[in-house]
């Protein structure tokens, strides 16, 4: 069997966590190329083609998304497939996770910054913050903390943006992260930021620490699968808002599995994609 697994230009051989997985499964005689999502490909070649760390699609959604379209319409087995990552580019899935009874942070969409009426929004969380991010974004993209005491300086650029209140329990305790292999359950990390921000990126700062898991807060993250198709890997962004953790993010695309150190979530991932595979 041949796969390609994708990345981006910045990152032409993966991240170093990822290339686990790939020699796990060159040892089961499986070939990988590693492909630079955006370069002339002949897809047909491929078996399957697994998404990774193709972290600047958002940046060309658009392109994005006819080319994994494209591998689809060759034949390929693609993970995850295009029609949940097409879904997922935009947060506004959110709003029908909601629908569906899971808990997620309160969630607005605004299509017109300028005209916008934040005081609504701190009225309506009883806060005196708001995080805003345009709807297809990741890593702290044109992301804005917005205080009630100040004029928003949000740039006016021709995208939809997502508000939510901002949550000191981000600082206080974390943002956690639940990774999945096709629907199981692997390891958690919690993000923090570095003192005096909200990001919880290692670029930004932030660090990452892996963590065993409270029952009910797992019980909330298993909640998220439950409510979608089964998929080769997720990862469940969480923050504790009113007590209990709610989702604030759910990665389907290229999220980063945090596998440093995780000899159980290798090979979770491992597994899980020889399995899935070889399902028709």
């Known amino acids: 069997m041949k796969c390609a697994f994708l990345t981006s230009r910045d990152l032409p051989n993966l991240i170093a966590e990822e290339l686990a997985v790939v020699e796990l499964l060159r040892k089961k005689n499986i070939t990988i190329?590693?492909?630079?999502?955006?370069?002339?490909?002949?897809w047909s070649i491929y078996n399957c083609v697994v998404i990774r760390t193709t972290w600047d699609y958002y940046l060309h959604s658009e392109k994005f998304l006819d080319v994994l379209q494209e591998i689809q319409r060759c034949g390929c087995r693609l993970f995850n497939s295009f029609e949940i990552a097409k879904w997922n580019t935009n947060k506004r899935y959110l709003l029908e996770l909601e629908q569906k009874q899971v808990a997620v942070i309160p969630t607005k969409i605004v299509q017109n910054v300028r005209e916008e009426n934040w005081q609504e929004h701190f009225t309506r969380w009883d806060t005196q913050?708001?995080?805003?991010?345009?709807?297809?974004?990741?890593?702290?993209?044109?992301?804005?903390?917005?205080?009630?005491?100040?004029?928003?300086?949000?740039?006016?650029?021709?995208?939809?943006?997502?508000?939510?209140?901002?949550?000191?329990?981000?600082?206080?305790?974390?943002?956690?992260?639940?990774?999945?292999?096709?629907?199981?359950?692997s390891h958690a990390v919690i993000k923090r930021p570095k003192q005096n921000d909200f990001r919880v990126q290692e670029e930004h700062g932030g660090s990452t620490e892996l963590m065993e898991v409270e029952h009910d807060d797992l019980l909330e993250a298993k909640k998220v699968i439950a409510a979608i198709p089964k998929q080769l890997y997720a990862r469940v962004d969480m923050i504790r808002y009113r007590g209990k953790l709610h989702l604030i993010e759910l990665e389907l695309i290229e999220p980063q599995l945090f596998l440093a150190n995780c000899t159980k979530g290798v090979e979770m991932f491992a597994e899980t994609f020889c399995q899935m595979c070889d399902d028709k």
């Open 33 to 42: 190329d590693v492909v630079v999502w955006n370069d002339k490909v002949d």
């Open 129 to 185: 913050k708001l995080v805003v991010k345009p709807v297809i974004s990741a890593g702290a993209y044109h992301t804005y903390v917005i205080d009630h005491k100040e004029a928003p300086q949000i740039p006016s650029i021709d995208v939809s943006y997502m508000v939510q209140p901002f949550l000191p329990s981000v600082a206080e305790e974390g943002e956690w992260s639940f990774m999945f292999f096709g629907g199981q359950y």
